[in-house]
């Protein structure tokens, strides 16, 4: 039942694996791959305590050797700071160009370790292993990796690919079921932006996608991937076409940070998709209807829409 799939960028493409229990062969896979001597494993707090010593334990299985670096989780890390401390715990070890970095995690994680795989010794190789959905289906694929400064969220950063994804859906059954439904709001962007049969198909089955059954799951992140590829691979750098993926982000972030953040990115979104299409009506340029149909399918996933 594993998918497998390439983000194709030349040199820089790389492949994208999901399937159920891919955590436990990542240590194999990367020997496969032999993208580095030894690895850090880069984790916050709460994933390393829950996936840390599985993903170690497949690494020591392969025979490469890895060390775990955590930091403490939530948004209130991904700031330069962290940056530092983790490169200096880089250093400490004598971690060089030869070495490389495995984010494990959500969207925070994957952007402070993709950042720090882009500047440590001007540049190491690292792998995504996402374990929130919002991850699995957004911020993992496609290099937009940094942190937020007082001024603002991700000023500091660079487009830097990593050199493989691994999926594993299991984990997705330890997510709060809040994050589960935040993630779904950017499975329903990619449907309202780009593929009006995967927006219906989200509608048709949304029981067993909320039940997490593997037969839904597998196939609707391999499509939110597969879309994703398709728009970095055509604008890696976000001159153009890659801005339909902030499709309701720009209302979403000022309303994420008129609640003080409280209020969690994917629901933001929801609320920043319904609003902007509204908007689009008004303007003549949706259909009438269209906002309607977006808010029906966001409720249904218990979403906020206003
Ligand atoms: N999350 C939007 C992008 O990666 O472009």
Known sequence: MEQTLQVGLGER????????????????RLRAANIAKRYALISDDQVAG???????????????????LTFPHGEISKHLQTIGDLASGLAERGFDRKDGLIALGGGVTGDITGF?????????PFVQVPTTLLAQVDSSVGGKTGVDIPQGKNLIGAFYQPKAVFIDTEVLGTLASTEFIGGMAEVIKYGASIDADFFAWLGENRQAILALEPSCIIP?????????????????????LRRI??????????????SGYQLIHGFAVAIGMVAVTELAVK???????????????LEAYELPTA
């Open 245 to 258: 993926l902030n499709f309701g982000h720009t209302i979403g972030h000022a309303v994420e940070a008129a």
């Open 283 to 297: 303007s003549g340029l949706a259909a009438s209807g269209v906002a309607g149909s977006i808010r029906e399918l």
């Open 220 to 240: 609707m992140i391999r499509r939110c991937c597969e879309m994703k590829a398709t728009v970095v691979e055509q604008d890696e750098r976000e001159g153009g």
């Open 116 to 124: 720090l795989a882009a500047i440590y010794m001007r540049g190491i």
């Open 13 to 28: 493409s790389y492949p994208i694996s999901i399937g159920s229990g891919v955590l436990d062969s990542i240590g194999n």
């Open 50 to 68: 829950l996936y840390g010593a599985r993903v170690l334990q497949s690494l020591s299985d392969a025979g490469l050797s890895c060390e775990l």
